[in-house]
């Protein structure tokens, strides 16, 4: 299954009344939203058709987020539905994943792009050994075992998309600060020269699901309904859901 | 003063308490709050009182949520008291610091301000300390108080009685013990017998001017009583109170004379002049009636010896009972203005040579004159004064060669201000004997060390002449020269460590660019915007400033600091090279060492600043390479915050968002398919043919667009 395909199913199945795009270039994946949407990119250029309520926000995401109040546009400040797909380094992709989070409610669900390489090449922070190959997913992999290092609350869906494999978040937690508390020491790890190690696991996507299978999953209903509840009193009752489904990080 | 009980001295909780007077400032309090939020004092060190008098704006209940919100912000709700003095009380005696700051509620602190001001008291166990005040708003003004530090400044010699605003720190058992407040209840200058009280009693008022404290929004709307007209007769009530004060702590004498004589002048006689082209006749006759009653009964003859020679005359008009007399002086006075015209502006070895024909000159254009005479200079008024007025009075022989012509630079966002003395030169006799108040005059100054021995910081500076001839300060915009294109540098710009150019602003004046502001600076005019963008001797774009290495650059931070690793292009170096980084926003800079090492394809850049010295914001980076060497920016910026990872940030911040409704993406802010290279040669090629008259004019743009399409595709 191609990701974006993934990512107009979750939009179908969920139906979110709100979705956040970070990395929005031509269009062709916030064409595929019908809500109330919000895309960052400090460089678009939208070629394709979009139909739905959008606010286009010409800044880097860590700027956007910066601003007073980012979510102005929405009609409530909660991102039921997010994308990351923006700068494709890690020490990137995963501060937008924390400032994400923080405006989540836990029956929310966020997907990281790029997340399972197909080659070392591709997974460069540099994009000299992707050109060869035409696509560059850059580092942001190292995400994957970040949160599955700091977060066994969050459930941690690795997809096997084409072209490369996506992440899938499930029962964010606004208020954790696992992530933040140790942005600091990760960056000093994620920085470091071509070419990088990139895990057997990743590569090989031995953890990763099939997407039909989790999009067959019977949770969509129950997330939906889940939203209207206060986070407090959601968050344990999004995880029995979750839990019931079989829907667990793998190990 | 009002009894405030001296009780046991209650030991400091914190460091400084920051009390707000506030009534209905609706959104003018945000800038105060954002101050406050962003102090490099940290927050546990101080706190801040804000004491609601009755608003009935949505004021209260934003206050009590930034309370509930900000673990060192207080609210007291009172109700109103019609004026600032029971709002300030309250909050003295609520304050738990050991020292406390009095800010107004639409006002402004400096980033640093706490910080600083504390210290600095620590250090001269001050009662008082008198921070730089800058105004926003109105004219500026750069009170003589603080061309330097005075760390232990003697009333009655330092020029502290210019500065009589409240926006002071104090030490809180000063005020207790000697049982110093504010009078309560809708009464003007108030604040003049507080603060009055404690430079009398203070043993040691210090006065910080290497840094701006406090920032004045002078507006007309202030909130309170402030924008009801003034009842002379009141007026003059309430200044009793003032001089109460100053007859009670003084002796009959010199001392006690020269303050007298400054009220008299400052609040007085100078004050009515001033307002004759303003006021009607009948408005004029209260306020001389008032103040000449005043004057019978609180200022002896004796006081008059301390007035400057025009002063005097006001006063021989005032006691004789001369009203027509005093209107007519006032009118020749108030119209007294600043006489211009720019020569040039050259740049040589890095300096500036300012050079303008400068004076004062009356409302007509006409040079003030004054007469040579056995060995006395005499100002020659333009009117027939009235007789009360005795001749020695028009004796400036003194005021004459005291004479200052000055250039003022005036930052346009922190409204800080740097002057620069003339060398002047009087226009020779017009008749025999008769001089014109004209000079001749060459300002030079060097951008690097202008500011107080400092380089000017990144900003637009607007130029101004100030010119002095003590009764009369008169300052105005230069003007640029005439004919001088708007928008485009007036010479060749400075470069050494910052890149200075003076332009002509679109109404004419006389503007510097320091690095780049007018393209930089989004807050800047968009108006002169452009200023030294297109051409000509002046900076390049911003792409100047150095490419950064996006993936091996980063940001972190490091117990309490903040780590910035920055990959730049550069040959080998010496490894362990010592480089500056410096952050810059707004106001504050930050500069710290730095360490360079050789890496892959260039330099990798390393400096540790002080996570406490960068509030939340996104801060400019430059890198100075070696001793001496100029700092150039780099293309990236640091984005801090106290709630989200630190992110450095490379390649130049973008601009602009756009909304659409629903179906529709709305187009970016740039015509489509217009690069930037086009729309700055449309730009010239309108600029060029401003020249000729429209109809030829559009001729040309028609055929140039074609051939353009042609050549184009
Ligand atoms: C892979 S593309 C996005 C593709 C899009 N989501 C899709 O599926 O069609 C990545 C985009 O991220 C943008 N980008 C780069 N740095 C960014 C940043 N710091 N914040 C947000 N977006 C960024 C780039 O301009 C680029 O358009």
New binding site residues.
């Given amino acids: 299954m191609l990701r ?1 395909e993934l990512l107009s199913r979750l939009h179908e199945l969920l139906s979110p009344r709100t979705y956040l ?6 269009g ?2 916030i064409t595929l939203s019908r809500t109330s949407t919000i895309g ?5 250029s939208v070629i394709n058709e979009v139909s739905c309520d959008l606010q286009l926000v010409r800044s ?3 700027e956007f987020f910066a601003r007073k109040a980012p979510l102005a546009h929405f009609p409530e400040p909660v991102i039921d539905l997010a ?1 990351i ?3 494709h380094l890690s020490e ?1 992709a995963l501060r937008d994943l924390i400032n994400v989070e923080r405006h989540t409610h836990p029956a929310s669900v966020i997907v990281l ?1 790029d997340m399972l390489p197909r080659h070392v090449d591709e997974a460069g922070r540099g994009r000299e050994a992707a050109k060869k190959r035409r696509a560059w997913a850059g580092d942001v992999y190292k995400v994957v075992s970040t949160v599955r290092a700091l977060r066994p609350d969050l459930v941690c869906l690795e997809m096997d998309t084409a072209p490369t494999g996506t992440l899938v978040l499930l029962a964010p937690d606004a208020s954790s600060n696992a992530l933040i508390d140790a942005y600091d020491d990760v960056v000093e790890e994620y920085v470091v020269p071509d070419p990088q190690t990139v895990p057997e696991e990743v590569l090989r996507r031995t953890r990763a699901m099939d997407p039909a299978q989790f999009l067959a999953a019977p949770v969509w209903p129950d997330l939906r309904r889940l939203r209207q509840l206060p986070a407090g009193r959601a968050a344990p009752e999004v995880r029995r859901v979750l839990a019931s489904a079989g829907l667990r990080t793998p190990d | 003063m009002t009894g405030a009980e001296a009780g046991p001295a209650q030991p400091a909780k914190v460091k400084v308490s920051v009390v707000v007077p506030v009534f209905n400032p609706g959104g003018h309090i945000d800038p105060l709050i954002r101050s406050l939020a962003e102090q490099t004092m940290p927050a546990s060190d101080f706190e801040t009182i804000f004491v609601d008098d009755g608003s009935t704006d949505d004021t209260p209940g934003k206050l009590d949520r930034l309370a509930a919100s900000t673990p060192n912000v207080r609210v007291i709700h009172t109700p109103g008291s019609g004026w600032s003095g029971r709002p300030r009380n309250i909050g003295i005696d609520a304050a738990e610091g050991e020292y406390v700051q009095l800010v107004d509620h639409d006002d402004e602190l400096g980033t640093e301000a706490l910080e600083r001001l504390y210290a600095y008291a620590v250090a001269n166990g001050s009662d008082v300390v008198v921070g730089k005040e800058v105004r926003k708003g109105g004219a500026w003004h750069v009170a003589p108080l603080f061309d330097k530090n005075r760390p232990r400044a003697t009333f009655g010699k330092d020029p502290l009685v210019g500065i009589m605003t409240p926006h002071k720190m104090f030490r809180r058992e000063f005020l207790n013990e000697h049982h110093i407040r504010f009078f309560e209840g809708p009464r003007r200058m108030e604040d003049h017998p507080f603060v009055l009280e404690a430079f009398f009693c203070a043993d040691v008022i210090s006065v910080l001017s290497d840094y701006p404290v406090y920032y004045w929004h002078r507006r007309a709307d202030r909130g309170n009583a402030g924008a009801r007209a003034y009842e002379w007769a009141d007026f003059y009530v309430y200044m009793r109170d003032t001089l109460d004060v100053i007859e009670r702590y003084t002796e009959p004498g010199d001392l006690r004379d020269r303050l007298l004589a400054f009220y008299y002048d400052s609040k007085g006689l100078g004050w009515l002049t001033r307002s004759v082209p303003h006021r009607t006749p009948a408005e004029l006759r209260k306020h001389f009636d008032a103040l000449r009653e005043l004057a019978q009964e609180r200022f002896p003859p004796s006081v008059d010896i301390h007035l400057h020679g025009m002063a005097r005359a006001r006063s021989q008009l005032l006691r004789a009972g001369d009203f027509e007399g005093l209107v007519a002086l006032g009118a020749v006075e108030s119209a007294i203005g600043v006489h211009q015209e720019l020569v040039e502006i050259e740049v040589v070895d890095d300096t500036f040579r300012v050079r303008a024909i400068t004076g004062l000159c009356y409302g007509d254009g006409s040079p003030l004159q004054f007469q040579v005479d056995g060995g006395r200079t005499w100002w020659r008024p333009p009117i027939e004064l009235g007789s009360p007025v005795s001749h020695d009075v028009l004796d400036f022989s003194a005021v004459h060669g005291r004479r200052r012509i000055e250039l003022a630079l005036r930052n346009r966002r922190s409204h800080d201000v740097h002057l620069i003395s003339g060398d002047a030169e009087q226009m020779t006799e017009e008749a025999p004997g008769i001089l014109p108040f004209t000079f001749d005059t060459v300002f030079e100054f060097d951008p690097e060390t202008v500011a107080g021995g400092q380089p000017l910081e990144p900003a637009v500076y607007d130029v101004f002449v100030r010119v002095t001839c003590s009764p009369w300060r008169r300052q105005a915009p230069l003007q640029s020269l005439p004919g001088a294109p708007q928008r485009r540098p007036l010479s060749r710009g400075s470069r050494a460590t910052h890149s200075v150019v003076p332009f002509t602003t679109p109404s004419g004046r006389v503007a510097l660019d320091v690095d780049h502001q007018t393209l930089i600076d989004q807050e800047a005019e968009m108006n002169d915007r452009e200023a030294t963008s297109t051409g000509g001797n002046g900076p390049g774009p911003k792409d100047q400033a150095v490419v950064v290495e996006v993936t091996s650059s980063y940001a972190r931070r490091s117990a309490d600091r903040v780590r910035l690793v920055l990959h730049l292009p550069g040959a080998g170096t010496s490894d362990g090279q010592r480089a500056r980084v410096r952050l810059q926003r707004a106001q504050s800079a930050v500069t710290g060492d730095a360490t360079v090492t050789d890496a892959i394809g260039g330099i990798r850049v390393e400096a540790g600043l002080p996570a406490d010295r960068l509030p939340s914001g996104t801060w400019s980076i430059a890198v100075s390479l070696g001793q001496g060497e100029r700092f150039q920016r780099v293309q990236a910026r640091l984005l801090t915050s106290t709630t989200r990872p630190v992110a450095l ?1 490379t390649g130049s911040a973008p601009r602009g968002s756009a909304s659409g409704g629903s179906g529709r993406v709305a187009q970016p802010p740039k015509a489509p398919g217009h690069p930037d290279w086009m729309r700055r040669a449309g730009r010239q090629v309108d600029r060029a043919l401003g020249v000729l008259p429209p109809a030829q004019a559009a001729r040309c743009r028609k055929a140039l667009r074609a051939t353009a399409r042609r050549m184009l595709g």
């Fill in positions: 974006h795009e970070i990395g929005v270039q031509t062709r994946s960052v990119d400090p460089a678009f880097t995401s860590d994308f797909d923006g700068m990137y792009d | 940030l």
